[in-house]
């Protein structure tokens, strides 16, 4: 039985008083055992809040994870954070493939796989986004769209190193709209995909493999989306920057 994961991906929201806040409250209630779930728990705030973030949560369930990495080791990439870094401040887990890189910062396949191959050197657990925008669906071409975005990236990797991965499928036409696709829809795209991981990897791999649904997940529609035989939890945006609701996701 695979376990359920709610991811908050912060982006750029939360500055550092709004980021130790949260997280120092998330803690009292999970310490205070107010809350009844049996999930993974991670949350991905800004860079310069990922230490402190790391230091909080030091000890709990609660793990924190990157948003980006650089795809090069080290050198003059102004601006840039590596994975060594994050490594050294006991970061180990990353975001990467999410449909806002892709889109604003001309992130694509080759680039993405270069930052799986630097990720994987350092042994990074990495939540790997793939979706289709709504051309792409109006087309019908959102299940093709998807495969090459797996066949070009994850699928470089041996069966070993598919451990080290949760997917994201996040239909790019669902992130931030309010828009949440059907739960067909996700269950169909789920099952795809976990299809594609059976054709590609066997068995054993499809089954373990978790893959998480994001795009305008809220409270009101976390728990139906993970009760869907193939949806093994989700990757939150909006909903998870307001204490409240990300409590009410966690316990759905
Ligand atoms: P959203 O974002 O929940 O605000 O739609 C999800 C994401 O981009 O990961």
């Known amino acids: 039985m695979r376990k359920k994961i709610v991811i908050a991906n912060w982006k750029m929201n ?28 991670i949350i991905a705030p800004s860079f310069p809040f990922l230490h402190i973030s790391n230091q909080i949560l030091q000890g709990t369930t609660l793990k924190v994870a990157a948003q980006n990495i650089h795809q090069m080791d080290k050198g ?10 994050l490594k050294s401040i006991g970061i180990s887990k990353v975001i990467l493939g999410h449909s806002e890189r892709r889109e604003f910062f001309i992130e694509k396949n080759d680039i993405l ?3 799986i191959r630097i990720a994987l050197k350092y042994e990074f657990h990495i939540i790997f986004c793939v979706g289709e925008t709504a051309f792409e669906r109006n087309q019908n ?19 070993d190193e598919i451990r080290f991965f949760y997917i994201a499928y996040e239909p790019v036409w669902a992130i931030g709209t309010g828009k949440v696709a059907t739960y067909e ?31 305008s997940v809220n409270n009101l529609n976390a728990k139906a989306l993970l009760l869907q035989k193939d949806i093994d939890g989700g990757l939150v945006g909006n909903s998870s920057l307001k204490l409240e609701k990300f409590l009410e996701i966690i316990q759905s």
Do not use: P, W
């Open 141 to 159: 071409q959102q299940f093709n769209i998807v495969k090459n975005q797996l066949k070009e990236t994850v699928f470089h990797c041996s069966s």
């Open 76 to 85: 003059s990439y102004t601006g840039e954070v590596s994975a060594s870094m």
């Open 14 to 41: 939360h500055d550092f008083h709004e980021t130790t806040n949260f997280l120092r409250n998330l803690l009292k209630i999970f310490l205070e055992k107010k809350i009844n779930h049996n999930k993974e728990i």
């Open 113 to 115: 796989l270069k930052k």
């Open 185 to 215: 829809q996700a269950q169909t795209m789920h099952e795809f995909i976990r299809s594609l991981f059976l054709e590609r990897y066997g068995e054993s791999v499809s089954n373990k493999i978790s893959i998480l649904y994001g795009g």
